[in-house]
């Protein structure tokens, strides 16, 4: 945001940032974060009990 209010400023164009439109995205961004995150962990807990290690 703050390079594109940069480059509006530079060619004499106002800048608006619309604020519920980028709290929506950033609480998007976040719950499709915690959504793919949140089945991840059982796996490495699985692989790093002793019985999951492998040697070569």
Do not use: F, Q
């Amino acid at each position: 945001m703050a390079l594109g209010a940069l480059l509006l400023t530079m060619t004499g164009h106002t800048v608006t940032v619309d604020w519920p439109v980028v709290a929506a995205m950033t609480g998007t961004g976040g719950a499709v974060i915690r959504l793919v995150t949140a089945p991840g962990p059982s796996a490495p807990w699985r692989l790093m009990r002793p019985d999951g290690l492998r040697t070569e």
